[in-house]
């Protein structure tokens, strides 16, 4: 049974910055490329960052670039979010998923594109 279990969500202030982390578990997790999404009150779900299974292929939302940073660690079957400088417009729920890509260098950015989800961990920058 394949688990994705997000942590470090909270409260933070704008401008400060939050360590998002995904454990996958029950999957051989370098055949699969890992993402964040998230989704905001009242919006739907967006992509935020993606990392393919070796960590040379990465995508970025426009609105999180040189912000954020996607990395991970294969040896803990974990993937990162770093987030930095962050601003209230970065509140809502963010999600992990993973992709069964094999050893590609392919990394999506769509819903459709994943095959399992976490079940979130909120995050909440004020003002």
């Known amino acids: 049974q394949v688990q994705l279990v997000e942590s470090g969500g909270g409260l933070v202030q704008a401008g400060g910055s939050l360590r998002l982390s995904c454990a996958a578990s029950?999957?051989?997790?370098?055949?699969?490329?890992m993402a964040w999404f998230r989704q905001a009150p009242g919006k739907e779900r967006e992509s935020v960052a993606a990392?393919?299974?070796?960590?040379?292929?990465?995508y970025y939302a426009d609105s999180v670039k040189g912000r954020f940073t996607i990395s991970r660690d294969n040896a803990k079957n974990t993937v990162y979010l770093q987030m930095s400088s962050l601003k209230p417009e970065d509140t809502a729920v963010y999600y992990c998923?993973?992709?069964?890509?094999?050893?590609?260098?392919?990394?999506?950015?769509?819903?459709?594109?994943?095959?399992?989800w976490g079940q979130g961990t909120q995050v909440t920058v004020s003002a």
């Open positions: 998923a993973a992709e069964h890509t094999y050893y590609s260098s392919k990394v999506g950015n769509t819903e459709d594109d994943y095959d399992y």
């Open positions: 029950g999957l051989t997790f370098n055949n699969y490329a």
């Open positions: 990392i393919n299974w070796n960590g040379r292929s990465t």
